[in-house]
C-alpha cells in the first residue's frame, strides 16, 4: 500500500465552512454617553468572531436594541487556507439584545461560486453577563442551529461559551472561546483574540478608531490518507484521523467609523495557517472585508 494524505474532501470543506463561520463573531463597543443618549451605542460593530456584546452591554442598565449588519470579504478562505477558489463571501446578520442578557441572532453566508451560493442559515439564543463593579469581566454563553441548503448533517449544533477582560479604559482586552459542534459527528474548537482599540478621532457626531487584533483557532480537524494499492486494480482505501491542533493565526487590522446609528468598517486580514500532518508550505492568505451595520433602539421615545 501507499498513502497518499490529504484533507477529506467534502467533509473537510464543509466543516472548514463551519469554522469559518463560527469562528467569526461580533464585538460590539459603546461610547461613553450619558444616559439620554442610547441612540450613540456604537464605537465599532464588526464581524469577526463568536463573541457577542462588549461594552455596550456594559454602558447602560437598561438596553433593548435591533442590531443589523452585513459584511462583504473580497476572498475565501477556510481556516486560513487556499480553498482553490477565489470567490468573495457576503454574511448579513440580524441581532436583538436585551438588558436582561438575553440575545439572539440570524444569519447565514453567501459564497460566489460555490451551488447551491447561499450555503446555510444560523440562528443563535445566548445569554451575557458582566462581573464586577467595574464590569472587566464578562461572559457569554449560546447555542446555534445552523440549517444547510444541500442538506448537509453532520454538523448541525453548536454549544458556545466565551470569556473575556478588558483593561478599565477599554484600550485592551482579550476574550476565549469555546465550542462543542455536533450532529451526525462532534468536533471541538478554541478561539483565543486579543486587541488593541485606540480612537484616531472623536466628535459628539461620530467616532474613529482602529482596533488591532490577533486570533488563534484551534480546532478538531479530520485528515484523511488514501491508500494506493499496488494492485492499480483494486479501489482506493482510506484511513481517517482525528487531529486537534493550531489551524491558524489571523491578523485582523480594522478602521471603524460609528454614527448616531449607523457604524461602517474597513479592514485588512492576514491568515498565517499553520501545518498539521502532511500539510506543508501552507501559504500566507490575505483579504479585505466590508461591513455596513445599523442600530435601532427599540425604547426611544
Do not use: C
Not at 500532518?277 to 501559504?283: A, G, K, V, W
Request: hydrophobic share 35%; proline share 3%.
Amino acid at each position: 500500500m501507499i498513502n497518499i494524505p490529504f484533507l477529506n474532501n467534502k467533509s473537510s470543506i464543509t466543516t472548514r465552512l463551519l469554522l469559518f463561520l463560527v469562528a467569526t463573531t461580533f464585538h460590539i463597543n459603546a461610547q461613553e454617553l450619558e444616559k439620554d443618549e442610547i441612540d450613540i451605542l456604537l464605537d465599532d460593530l464588526f464581524f469577526n468572531e463568536q463573541e457577542l456584546v462588549e461594552d455596550i452591554l456594559n454602558s447602560f442598565n437598561t438596553y433593548n436594541f435591533l442590531y443589523s449588519n452585513i459584511s462583504f470579504n473580497n476572498n475565501t478562505f477556510f481556516s486560513g487556507r487556499e480553498s482553490g477558489v477565489n470567490q468573495f463571501n457576503i454574511v448579513p446578520q440580524l441581532s436583538y439584545y436585551s438588558s436582561s442578557g438575553f440575545n439572539v441572532s440570524v444569519s447565514g453566508i453567501y459564497y460566489e461560486t460555490f451551488n447551491p451560493n447561499w450555503d446555510f442559515t444560523n440562528i443563535s439564543l445566548g445569554y451575557y453577563k458582566a462581573i464586577g463593579k467595574e464590569k472587566l469581566f464578562h461572559y457569554n454563553v449560546g447555542y446555534t442551529r445552523y440549517f444547510y441548503s444541500n442538506g448537509w448533517d453532520t454538523f448541525t449544533n453548536s454549544t458556545d461559551l466565551s470569556l473575556g477582560i478588558r483593561n478599565k479604559n477599554k484600550s485592551l482586552g482579550t476574550k476565549f472561546s469555546v465550542s462543542y459542534l455536533f450532529g451526525k459527528d462532534q468536533s471541538f474548537q478554541i478561539v483565543s483574540s486579543s486587541y488593541a482599540n485606540a480612537s484616531l478621532s472623536r466628535t459628539k457626531n461620530y467616532v474613529l478608531k482602529f482596533r488591532p487584533q490577533i486570533s488563534f483557532l484551534i480546532a478538531q480537524q479530520t485528515i484523511a490518507l488514501a491508500q494506493l494499492p499496488l494492485d492499480t486494480n483494486l479501489d482506493l482505501e482510506y484511513e481517517y484521523n482525528d487531529i486537534f491542533d493550531l489551524l491558524n493565526t489571523q491578523l485582523n487590522l480594522p478602521i471603524s467609523l460609528s454614527t448616531k446609528s449607523w457604524d461602517f468598517e474597513l479592514g485588512y486580514n492576514i491568515n498565517f495557517p499553520s501545518p498539521v500532518e502532511s500539510e506543508s508550505n501552507l501559504d500566507i492568505t490575505s483579504f479585505f472585508n466590508l461591513s455596513i451595520g445599523y442600530l435601532i433602539d427599540l425604547d426611544k421615545k
